[in-house]
């Protein structure tokens, strides 16, 4: 594969299309000994082509069987990960996100103040572990695909947002998800109290009265279901927008219109 003459390269990845799916391990071995940047993007490339029809079979079928909680949600989100990482073992992850529920678990399980509750749990996730905003290269892709952003402690305002959202799931906390434009974020919705956290300024508790100057700043005039709970499927769309956005920066049309096809078999089943 790392010959230079372009028509041995061809011939080489046809035979491997002709293999299928079968050689991806072979590849993803060879892919991780290379040192040339340029090789490696070439046997990434190369294993995306093997593996897309896969990841858009499992991503139809996960979408007939329906988003229905946050729970499908998780799943149908990780599979998104094979997007980038074909090989990943995503019950790795998910073992990630039920430790984290683990840690914070006992810090919260006496406190009888729900909201209380919900603060401790920000604070885990946005100063214990860390998890931020990426403030040096916002549109990376890595900073979509949850694996990523739960090794990394990075992520865009929608992702570190799921983060949260998995996390509060498994300790039964009412922590959801506000699609408002521009800035994905969170709020906290109690039998007594809601408030709105700003998931990339550290877990920030925000008023209306901010978002809607951010909106008018960004000229957008603020409406009511902007602060509505974003749907599961609300979520998914956004995260693939995002992804589409990232990779048209990076102009990787390959890419861009491969996202675009699992976007559009969401509107089949929306």
């Known amino acids: 594969m790392d010959d230079p003459d372009p028509f041995v390269q061809k011939s080489v990845n046809n035979r491997f299309v002709e293999l299928g799916e079968n050689v991806v391990p072979l590849l993803d071995q060879y892919r ?65 996100l039920d430790h984290f529920a683990e840690m914070v678990a006992p810090g919260i399980r006496y406190k009888l103040d729900e909201k209380r509750k919900a603060k401790q749990l920000f604070k885990f996730i946005f100063e214990d572990l860390n998890f931020r905003g990426d403030q040096n290269d916002y549109h990376n892709p890595e900073n979509c695909f949850l694996h990523q952003v739960i090794d990394r402690r990075v992520g865009l305002p929608i992702s570190l947002s799921m983060v949260a959202m998995f996390v509060a799931q498994r300790l039964d906390l009412p922590v959801f998800g506000v699609n408002m434009p521009i800035h994905f974020m969170l709020t906290y919705i109690g039998d007594r109290e809601e408030y709105l956290i700003d998931p990339y300024d550290n877990g920030a508790v925000v008023t209306y009265d901010q978002c809607y100057f951010f909106l008018k700043k960004n000229n957008i005039e603020p409406k009511p279901e902007y602060f509505q709970v974003a749907s599961d499927m609300d979520i998914l769309i956004r995260t693939l927008r995002n992804l589409i956005h990232s990779y048209e920066r990076k102009e990787q049309l390959e890419k861009i219109e491969d996202l675009k096809q699992l976007l559009s078999t969401i509107e089949l089943y929306d």
Request: cysteine-free.
């Open 32 to 96: 991780i000994d290379l040192k040339n940047g340029v090789e490696r993007d070439r046997v990434n490339e190369l294993i995306h082509t093997l593996t897309f029809d896969g990841l858009q079979a499992d991503f139809i079928d996960a979408l007939e069987q329906g988003v229905k909680n946050r729970k499908d949600l998780e799943s149908i989100i990780f599979l998104l990960s094979r997007f980038v990482n074909p090989t990943i073992d995503t019950k790795h992850y998910t073992k990630k």
